[in-house]
């Protein structure tokens, strides 16, 4: 199994970044996909989720409004949209496969067991 993603670099305050991750080695539309991040110093952070068929998507509250997931089951690849970059969004950016649990106070999104490496976000 292999997620690998792309579009990481420097960004502008105020700019827009578009990272795209490539799955080989799964059914990808089997999958809820994933992002998640990790800024300098501190831990992984979920931030967007999207379901199998890309009906569903979740964001965390980060990124509410300011993020876009979306999925091509066709290419296996999973897309995150990013507007209006702030330095706090500066860290490595990981896609993975996902699981989402539906509990009585609203669906829970997290990670699941493939990761890509990551790629690198830096705005400044």
């Known amino acids: 199994v292999q997620l690998v993603e792309s579009g990481g670099g420097l960004v502008q305050p105020g700019g827009s970044l578009r990272l795209s991750c490539v799955a080989s080695g799964i059914t990808f539309n089997d999958y809820t996909m994933g992002w998640i991040r990790q800024a300098p110093g501190k831990a992984l952070e979920w931030i967007s989720g999207?379901?199998?068929?890309?009906?569903?998507?979740h964001y965390a509250t980060a990124v509410k409004g300011q993020a876009t997931i979306s999925r091509d089951n066709a290419k296996n690849t999973v897309n995150l949209q990013v507007n209006s970059a702030k330095p706090d969004d500066t860290g490595v950016y990981y896609c993975?496969?996902?699981?989402?649990?539906?509990?009585?106070?609203?669906?829970?999104?997290?990670?699941?067991?493939?990761w890509g490496k990551g790629t690198q976000v830096t705005v400044s």
């Open positions: 993975a496969t996902a699981l989402r649990d539906e509990t009585r106070d609203g669906s829970r999104w997290y990670a699941d067991k493939y």
């Open positions: 999207i379901s199998r068929s890309g009906h569903d998507t």
